[in-house]
């Protein structure tokens, strides 16, 4: 038999002339006897000629060596194909097969290649240390070039300095001691990736100094001082699954989603399925396990969802049925399994209970770290930077912000980090590190943490977090509980990133909060990167779920060290600059799920995004809302409210699937479920489309762009109420009409407005269900009148109050419609800008327009202007007349050019207005007048569309150019 301290580097490579294990003579007969043709029918044939070179102890028993040999097959590396000998690490394979020691099992399989033999000094031999084994309390220092081998438990001590080489016997062992560093040439190893421990290793940190500060990385820690951490240990299989059955409160008896290998006595813990405070995740011990039927040892206190719904024609149903729309809700609880081979805590004491101080692995000064299958448990010291359970710690730039290196080849894989007082997982300054298939539980902040904006090229995977809460001592404000803030599953401050078939749940902050700075943080200030403008890496197949803020946010980021957050547009561009419109490029989320949060689905302040594939189900509030250009919510389920609604949503306001977004998304192919209309709250949005911030137009004509929704059980939405209605507190405007071109609402191709006279007066018209409470659909056009510019005010401002008045044709006043003075007071019902002010026009209407509140009215001296919109032809006309002082020659004109006081005379799109001399003359004109009325200080005019615009040849036929074809009046005094 081998020697069993014999420490085997082993080459993975291929060789067109088949399978070569290349042994000591004296192994070659035991794994005769132990591996067969049908042992490497399980390879998995996927590697590569020179992958690397892993180190492990040498299996001790034929069992241990089949096993070895199968975990080697399987690493993840890509298949090459050879012919003749292969090229291993610049070394000839053939080189080193020996006859006697070649066994061939199969055709082109994986060669473990013995490169050296070298042995290890034991732990339990006085001889080790030079005749007296360390005693409890000393300070253990393994040289560089010594390595020795744990092969008992050591009684607790004081500290472990590895600058040789420290590796664990395959044996139940305990490590006690208040803290170990590992220097530039140590190593300390538990397991391989190619023989993971199978044995239970615990590693117990417990020094009682709170204020030691190891070469500036604290204490109570795995310090990897560019040393090695290689820990390796067998984890449960799969890590984490979901329910397949209901689970009701009371039960002790799970169905699983999966077959699972799990053990009586291990941890699990089950996701909540309900709204955040009506369950959270809940932590078991397993009594019995058999396949995908697990025992738990105590009864569950809260029911747990655990089937599929899909969308019939009617509704929601339990039946697979892919005839509406692919997509399905899957809210069934995740399970996830604690327990792992490798344990790292911190001791449980005084400092832990007291001063939540408990154990960390930090990896700086160009360290290495592979923990694969490990446990940690009471870690991460509360309210101190830096202190985190597994800490990668500025590994890729220097001091000047240059990059120097990825950490590719290391990862933090199927590992549980559970009651931490401090964070989960923390990349700081660390580029190209893969985290993967790991469970966060009971966690104090933000759980995955990407930390300083410059983290870029890192793969998140299939992780699952759950139970995360604002710590005691908060590290950065952003960890505080505030509106849409809080501690977060994921807080990822650089978008180039791979983070994807994520879960998180349970959270007291978001699920994912997506918060990109315009610059970097901390000690990365001088990287030269934008990150709000860094384009996308992937973002996809994550799920958010029972979260008390947003699944998904993203806007608010931080702008300072201490992590206070502000309303940050995220605008990725091709050069990764600041915007500047040209050099924008879209990004995507994708196959989203996101329900039961207490807040929206998704929150954005976002240019160029595409929401694909989502499912958002369950949520309180608007499921998309935010602030957001130019994007696509698009092939997306949208469920009100499902099958799974044992409790009330937790908020005042009504459901609502998508906000207007002004009409900048274009919201198409999406199926709408059970989304109630709520007309006893007129201020609130609810149903499908939100209507309180249609505001940037007086007239609205994007829903264009919301074609081929399909609504179930689904009202298309309330007519908000406008704040200017409730005078005299309302000092903005909704939009007063909105076309309705695919009929939603009434039939196709007529405006949805308020039921107010101002717009409804002499018009046909049908009320919108319910009848009177949800406005009227009438046939149009509209006109948009705003934007009202006075002796040169600010035209992207404009504050001054307004009176429009409707006159029917014997100049009676038949509705007015007021907004009063935008001093940005917030006295306005919804909170929206104060300068929104505007009106929707009727053809051939008349109308008065006078600056003032009821108080004081304001006469223009000299220049006032105001934009017209959607008068698309010469037969779209108006009679208006405006407010104008004094008496003497004016100009009035027409133009379609932005700056449209700098139209020439004679230009193309500059139409000029003839005066005439009375009223009577204005109103009977054919064509475009004006005539001043300077007894009564009004300018009337008779003003229509169809004048040329610049570039319109260019103009998309669904554009806001071509939708609201805007022209100008001006009337100045030259």
Not at 76 to 89: F, I, K, L, N, S
Not at 187 to 207: E, V, W
Not at 481 to 493: D, I, K, M, Y
Not at 864 to 892: C, H, I, K, W
Request: hydrophobic fraction near 40%; include cysteine; proline fraction near 6%.
């Amino acid at each position: 038999m081998i020697n069993t301290l014999s420490k085997l580097k082993v080459v993975i490579a291929i060789c067109g002339i088949g399978l070569a294990l290349i042994l000591p003579a004296s192994a070659s007969q035991s794994l005769g006897a132990t591996l067969s043709p049908n042992d490497v029918n399980t390879i998995n044939a996927d590697g590569l000629c020179g992958v690397g070179s892993a180190e492990g102890m040498w299996p001790t028993s034929p069992d241990e060596l089949t096993t070895f040999v199968r975990a080697a097959y399987t690493i993840e590396a890509r298949w090459v194909e050879a012919t003749g000998a292969a090229q291993c690490q610049g070394v000839d394979c053939a080189a080193f097969i020996e006859p006697a020691h070649v066994l061939t099992l199969t055709q082109r399989a994986f060669i473990p290649m013995i490169v050296a033999g070298e042995s290890y000094l034991l732990w339990s031999q006085p001889s080790t240390w030079g005749g007296t084994l360390p005693q409890a309390g000393d300070a253990v220092h393994i040289p560089a070039g010594k390595r020795v081998l744990l092969d008992i438990n050591p009684p607790p001590l004081h500290s472990l300095t590895i600058d040789g080489e420290l590796a664990f016997k395959q044996q139940d062992l305990d490590l006690t001691m208040g803290w170990i560093l590992i220097n530039p040439t140590g190593s300390l190893r538990i397991g391989s990736a190619y023989a993971p421990f199978q044995h239970r290793a615990t590693i117990t940190l417990t020094d009682s100094d709170m204020n030691r500060n190891v070469l500036g990385m604290g204490t109570r820690g795995i310090l990897v001082n560019g040393g090695t951490l290689e820990m390796h240990g067998a984890s449960p299989t799969p890590a984490w699954t979901k329910l397949n059955a209901h689970a009701m409160s009371g039960t002790q008896a799970l169905s699983l989603l999966h077959s699972v290998n799990w053990q009586p006595g291990q941890r699990v813990v089950i996701a909540p399925t309900d709204y955040y405070g009506v369950a959270q995740t809940e932590l078991h011990t397993t009594s019995s396990v058999s396949g995908q039927q697990i025992t738990l040892s105590a009864p569950l206190q809260r029911f747990r969802w655990g089937v599929m719904q899909y969308v019939s024609t009617t509704g929601l149903v339990l039946t697979p049925t892919f005839s509406v729309t692919p997509l399905a809700i899957d809210q069934r609880a995740e399970v996830g399994n604690l327990s792992r081979k490798i344990i790292i805590q911190g001791a449980n004491d005084l400092l832990w209970q007291n001063h939540q101080f408990g154990a960390q692995v930090m990896i700086a000064n160009g360290g290495t770290a592979r923990i694969d299958g490990v446990e940690l448990t009471r870690v991460g010291q509360g309210g101190r930077l830096g202190r985190y359970p597994i800490h990668y710690h500025e590994l890729s730039y220097n001091s000047a912000g240059a990059w120097i290196t990825d950490v590719s080849g290391q990862y933090v894989k199927n590992s549980s980090i559970w009651n931490s007082s401090n964070r989960c997982i923390v990349i700081h300054g660390t580029n190209g590190l893969w985290v993967k298939n790991n469970l966060c539980y009971d966690i104090a902040g933000h759980a995955v943490f990407v930390e300083d904006a410059v983290e870029r090229r890192n793969i998140i995977e299939d992780n699952l977090v759950l139970r995360v809460r604002q710590p005691i001592s908060p590290v950065i404000d952003s960890d505080i509980v505030r509106f849409r803030r809080g501690p977060s599953g994921f807080w990822l401050t650089n978008p180039d990133n791979i983070v994807r078939g994520n879960v998180a749940a349970d959270a007291e902050g978001n699920g994912f909060w997506l918060a990109f700075p315009a610059q970097p943080l901390g000690s990365h200030k001088s990287v030269p990167i934008r990150p709000s403008n860094v384009r996308l890496g992937e973002f996809a197949n994550n799920t958010a779920h029972s979260n008390m803020r947003p699944g998904v946010n993203l806007d608010f980021a931080p702008f300072n060290d201490a992590g206070q957050t502000q309303e940050r547009k995220y605008i990725p561009t091709v050069d990764e600059q600041v915007d500047q419109y040209t050099n924008r490029v879209r990004f995507t989320l994708s196959d989203i799920q996101v329900y039961k949060n207490n807040d929206n689905g998704l929150w954005n302040r976002v240019s160029w995004p595409d929401y694909i594939r989502f499912v958002s189900s369950d949520n309180a509030g608007k499921f998309f809302a935010g602030a957001g250009d130019d994007g696509d919510i698009k092939d997306s389920l949208i469920v009100g409210q499902s099958l799974n609604n044992l409790s009330p949503i937790p908020s005042s306001d009504p459901q609502t699937a998508v906000a207007s977004y002004h009409s900048t998304f274009d919201i198409f192919n999406n199926v709408f479920v059970n989304f109630a209309l709520v007309p006893t709250q007129p201020t609130k949005a609810s149903g499908v489309f939100a209507t309180d911030d249609y505001y940037t137009n007086p007239v609205d004509k994007g829903l264009i762009r919301n074609p081929t929704n399909t609504l179930i059980n689904a009202s298309p939405g309330l007519r908000v109420r406008s704040p200017n209605i409730n005078t005299p507190v309302g000092n903005a405007a909704l939009a007063g009409a909105l076309w309705d071109p695919h009929g939603y609402w009434g039939p196709a191709g007529r405006y949805w407005v308020y039921d107010v006279p101002f717009l409804t007066h002499g018009l046909t018209c049908t009320p919108v269900m319910p009848a009177g409470q949800n406005g009227q659909s009438c046939v149009g056009p509209y006109y948009g009148v705003g934007m009202f510019v006075i002796d040169g005010s600010n035209r992207y401002q404009p504050r001054h109050p307004i009176r429009a008045q409707r006159l029917n044709t014997s100049n009676t006043v038949v509705g007015e419609w007021i907004v009063n003075e935008g001093s940005g007071s917030g006295t306005n019902t919804f909170g929206i800008m104060p300068w929104m002010r505007h009106f929707a026009a009727v053809k051939a209407g008349r109308y008065r327009l006078d600056f003032t509140d009821g108080i004081s009215t304001v006469l223009p001296l000299n220049d006032v202007a105001l934009s017209l919109e959607n008068m698309l032809t010469t037969t779209d006309y108006l009679v208006l007349g405006v407010r104008f002082a004094g008496s003497g020659p004016l100009q009035v004109y027409l133009s379609t050019e932005h700056n449209y006081d700098s139209t020439a005379p004679g230009s193309p799109y500059r139409r000029n207005l003839s005066a005439v001399s009375s009223f009577s003359s204005v109103v009977s004109a054919t064509s475009d007048v004006f005539w001043h009325d300077t007894a009564n200080g009004r300018v009337w005019v008779r003003v229509s569309g169809g004048l040329a615009a610049p570039d319109e040849s260019s103009w998309l036929p669904n554009s806001d150019q071509a939708l609201y074809r805007t022209t100008y009046l001006r009337i100045y005094r030259p």
